[in-house]
């Protein structure tokens, strides 16, 4: 018998040893992870914050961009978000709907789900060269805001279609049947039931989506990016410089790369910190909707 409780003691021990070296590798890579978050935020501030300043960011580029600001590239920037937006919310919201509550589940449903797993997949410089194809060559648009609006929406329409069918799977079958069970139609079940709890679901998508194509350089660079242009557009059909292409070019091209050198970091900054801005405001966002959905 005291044989037998010493192996079982030096099993537990055993064991325990096992876990707590399994659990320490797991947290010495999420600090990694943290680490390497955290150094090169620290690079980029210290870089860069003392080239901002109420100038560098209401001002446009002069002196072939190694002075004044980025506020056309900031205007830019958010021009094409919100255009991108416009095409890609409604689209995506609607199809995602049709997907999980409408389509009845077969090979069709399959079939499109797949597709538009594969599509998310592709490279973004693979949705420029289509821009530039067919929006700015055969639509006939030209290098503008509105195709390189089409170009951004059509590269985050599946994140947006896929995060608007798993926030409606995640809402139990129970709560249509009960509506449903009430005398509720499918449209009354939708509308007062089902989209305001999965609103902070699909809500989030939306704006993380915006925070993936806030960033991106490959789609605006063959449909609407100007290289140096400090004024503001007057139309959609107008080109507008953007802070991701901006950043690009000031980092790679100029008259004077060492003079450039700091706007490149300050527009690095400013860049990051509108990122953070719009994860926040999901954050936020999900948080008043959820409430909402609490007191409904």
């Not at 876990?19 to 860069?48: D, E, M, N, P, W």
């Not at 580029?61 to 920037?77: D, K, R, V, Y």
């Not at 978000?81 to 409604?90: E, N, T």
């Not at 350089?217 to 063959?222: G, K, M, Q």
Request: hydrophobic share 50%; net charge positive; aromatic share 12%.
């Amino acid at each position: 018998m005291n044989k037998i409780h010493i192996t079982s003691a030096q099993y537990e021990n055993k064991k325990r040893l096992y876990q707590t070296f399994a659990f320490g590798i797991f947290r010495f890579f999420s600090y990694s992870v943290v680490g390497i978050l955290v150094l090169i935020l620290s690079f980029i501030i210290i870089k860069g914050v003392g080239v901002i300043n109420w100038g560098f960011l209401s001002s446009a580029p002069s002196e072939g961009m190694t002075q004044g600001g980025i506020f056309p590239a900031i205007a830019g920037t958010f021009c094409l978000i919100i255009g991108s937006a416009l095409l890609s919310f409604p689209i995506g919201i609607m199809s995602g709907i049709y997907m999980n509550e409408y389509a009845i589940k077969g090979i069709l449903v399959r079939f499109i789900r797949t597709m538009t797993n594969n599509l998310s997949g592709i490279p973004s410089i693979v949705f420029g060269l289509f821009g530039m194809v067919f929006f700015v060559n055969k639509l006939g648009f030209g290098d503008s805001i509105l195709s390189g609006s089409l170009t951004l929406g059509l590269l985050c329409l599946p994140l947006v279609i896929r995060t608007t069918e798993e926030a409606l799977k995640a809402i139990p079958d129970s709560y249509r049947e009960g509506s449903r069970a009430l005398g509720a139609t499918k449209w009354q079940t939708l509308q007062k039931v089902i989209l305001p709890m999965a609103r902070p679901n699909i809500v989030t998508g939306l704006i993380l989506s915006l925070g993936r194509i806030s960033g991106e350089t490959a789609p605006i660079l063959f449909t609407c990016a100007a290289y140096f242009l400090p004024h503001l557009p007057k139309s959609i059909f107008d080109q507008c410089m953007a802070l991701p292409y901006h950043l690009y070019v000031i980092s790679t091209s100029g008259t004077d790369l060492e003079a450039q050198r700091p706007i490149a970091y300050g527009t690095a900054l400013v860049l990051i910190i509108i990122v953070l801005v719009i994860n926040l405001l999901a954050n936020v966002l999900r948080r008043h909707f959820a409430n909402k959905t609490k007191i409904y």
